[in-house]
């Protein structure tokens, strides 16, 4: 048989989780660091404490959320994403000034204003047709 000779040397590790002896082949030395997925899975379920973003407050959570876990609740959560990614418009019928997403280019602040804005000009146009036929009689 030939082909790729692998070596059968094995490298002694200790579990991360429940410090027991297992073996590993040589290229597995650098990445290996539980005994068994039970033992990752339970290591990825210890309780971390963080602090919360949005209030300051403490708060645990299990250690496989480290990187994402920063708000103790959903309220603080919503507070924390509000006027993210907004950017301020003005109304072109009220000029109120409004927040809104960047990607929809908003003229106005309601839907009411849309309607407002269409009913001035359906009636400037119709004025403006009006005097144009008076001017052709």
């Not at 094995?10 to 030395?29: A, D, G, L, M, S």
Request: hydrophobic share 25%.
């Amino acid at each position: 048989m030939s082909g790729i000779k692998r070596s059968r040397v094995k490298i002694e590790k200790y579990c991360r989780q429940c410090n027991t002896q297992f073996f590993v082949p040589n290229y597995r030395k650098n990445i290996a660091v539980y005994c068994s997925r039970n033992c990752q899975a339970l290591a990825s379920r210890e309780k971390i404490i963080t602090t919360c973003v949005t209030c300051g407050n403490e708060f645990t959570h299990i250690s496989s959320r480290a990187n994402k876990a920063k708000y103790c609740s959903r309220s603080c959560y919503h507070k924390g994403q509000k006027g993210k990614g907004s950017i301020e418009y003005t109304c072109q019928h009220c000029d109120k000034k409004f927040l809104g997403s960047p990607s929809h280019k908003r003229k106005f602040c309601s839907r009411a204003c849309v309607n407002k804005s269409n009913k001035s000009v359906g009636t400037h146009l119709s004025l403006q047709l009006e005097k144009l036929w008076h001017l052709e009689r």
